[in-house]
T-cell receptor
Framework: DAGVIQSPRHEVTEMGQEVTLRCKPI?????LFWYRQTMMRGLELLIY????????DSGMPEDRFSAKMPNASFSTLKIQPSEPRDSAVYFC???????????FGPGTRLTVT | AQSVSQHNHHVILSEAASLELGCNYS??????LFWYVQYPGQHLQLLLK??????LVKGIKGFEAEFIKSKFSFNLRKPSVQWSDTAEYFC????????????FGTGTRLTIIP
């Protein structure tokens, strides 16, 4: 299995631009999680989906952030407009019908200048 | 409320020393417990997991963890660390039903001095 796939791996953009991060979960997994990691705030859960349905988006920082999961094999996290404080590594993780262990993708390092 | 606590923020050890990283949890009901490792510049990788049964769980790279229900603890251990164990270690807990979010501790940064 290829594991969780994220793209792009690195993104540098200017303040005010729209940013779209992409994630492909492990085939057969039915839960998908978006995290953000920074030195200051550590690892934060932004949102998670079960069977393509958003279950908990209480971690989404503000309306500039939105996430979708149109099908079982694809999810996006969009930031519009982006701000320098959004600079972070964004991880996607997925889990299956097991005991809840999550498998993380390689992350997208976002830099907003 | 569900919570996972890691009280050691930064641990520095010499190679061949023994390691124990603390993790305490607070959960209503039964809980699944995990340890993840994040090597510098990489993503989180699963080290080991506990669901039920033998409270002593063995994971990859010589790590083990012991579930002690009476102490609400799930400490990570390794008898002899190597320089390559330098990383950040996260304890996490989730409800027994699975397919729900995990609650992560704040992480412990481990530095091994050659």
């Amino acid at each position: 299995d290829a594991g969780v796939i994220q793209s792009p791996r690195h993104e540098v953009t200017e303040m005010g631009q729209e940013v779209t991060l992409r994630c492909k979960p492990i085939s057969g997994h039915n839960s998908l999680f978006w995290y953000r990691q920074t030195m200051m705030r550590g690892l934060e859960l932004l949102i998670y989906f079960n069977n393509n349905v958003p279950i908990d988006d209480s971690g989404m920082p503000e309306d500039r952030f939105s996430a979708k999961m149109p099908n079982a094999s694809f999810s996006t996290l969009k930031i519009q407009p982006s701000e320098p404080r959004d600079s972070a590594v964004y991880f996607c993780a997925s889990s299956g019908q097991g005991w809840g262990e999550q498998y993380f993708g390689p992350g997208t390092r976002l830099t907003v200048t | 409320a569900q919570s996972v606590s890691q009280h050691n923020h930064h641990v520095i050890l010499s190679e061949a020393a023994s390691l124990e990283l603390g993790c305490n949890y607070s959960y209503g009901g039964t809980v699944n417990l995990f340890w993840y490792v994040q090597y510098p510049g990489q993503h989180l990788q699963l080290l080991l997991k506990y669901f039920s049964g033998d409270p002593l769980v063995k994971g990859i790279k010589g790590f083990e963890a012991e579930f002690i229900k009476s102490k609400f603890s799930f400490n990570l251990r390794k008898p002899s660390v190597q320089w390559s164990d330098t990383a950040e270690y996260f304890c996490a807990g989730g409800s027994r039903s699975g397919n729900e979010k995990l609650t992560f501790g704040t992480g412990t940064r481990l530095t091994i001095i050659p």
